[in-house]
């Protein structure tokens, strides 16, 4: 399953499949990016980073691809589990500083 | 595994009184924030704090905020005389190092609900 941008924060996939979530950054000076995975009542979860001189980075089930050209960030789950559903936010940081600026999120829901 | 712990879960107080929101961030970390998040609506980032002052505000973080590390361990964020558009979860965060483009780390947060 895919979702485009900010504009369907939804998404259902199938437990086992691949999940991929979307994030249309704002600032092209953005040079960090982070993942961030929230469950009902929880804070955000850190879940992977990357920085603006990588294009990809891979961390355990999860890959982070960057398109600075287009401004654009995707965050793929490998094998999705149920354990996965969450909503998922790309957080930017600005030249200006060091605070995130976080996208509208994307909820996930993997059905058994 | 260090977490960021937040105190109290959940904090409801009438308009127009103080409230004041605790944090105890990952020991060794030396940068702090905190964001809060209407429901429904983005995270947004409030105020980070530095060597025992703020490095950055934002907007929203008007003259009735205020944040305070009163002693090594805890990091404070008052409301002074609170409004009903302060209802929201307010988050804490902590990173490691000083410096741009470092992981922030966040708390499971304090809903407050103002009456």
């Known amino acids: 399953g895919e979702s485009v941008g900010l504009h369907l924060p939804t998404l259902s996939v199938q437990e086992g499949d691949n999940s991929i979530i979307n994030c249309a950054y704002s600032?092209?000076?953005?040079?960090?990016f982070i993942w961030y995975k929230q469950e009902s009542g929880k804070g955000p979860q850190f879940i992977i980073d990357?920085?603006?001189?990588?294009d990809k980075r891979q961390g355990q089930r999860v890959t982070v691809l960057l398109n600075k050209t287009v401004k654009h960030l995707s965050l793929q789950i490998a094998a999705t589990q149920p354990g996965d559903s969450a909503v998922y936010f790309c957080?930017?940081?600005?030249?200006?500083?060091?605070?995130?600026?976080f996208g509208t999120g994307t909820s996930l829901t993997v059905i058994p | 595994e260090p977490e960021v712990t937040q105190t109290p879960s959940h904090q409801v107080t009438q308009m127009g009184q103080e409230v004041i929101l605790r944090c105890v961030p990952i020991?060794?970390?030396?940068?702090f924030y905190w964001y809060r998040q209407i429901l429904g609506q983005k995270v947004e980032f409030l105020v980070s704090?530095?060597?025992?002052?703020?490095?950055?505000k934002s907007e929203i973080f008007d003259d009735q905020f205020s944040v305070e590390r009163p002693d090594g361990s805890n990091f404070t964020l008052k409301i002074r005389s609170t409004k009903l558009e302060d209802s929201a979860m307010y988050f804490c965060?902590?990173?490691?190092?000083?410096?741009?483009?470092?992981?922030?780390?966040f708390g499971d947060g304090t809903r407050l609900s103002i009456l």
């Open positions: 965060a902590s990173s490691e190092e000083v410096g741009r483009n470092q992981p922030q780390h």
């Open positions: 600032n092209s000076a953005s040079d960090y």
């Open positions: 990357i920085r603006s001189n990588m």
């Open positions: 957080a930017e940081n600005r030249l200006t500083g060091n605070q995130f600026y």
């Open positions: 020991s060794n970390h030396l940068y």
């Open positions: 704090f530095y060597n025992n002052e703020i490095s950055e």
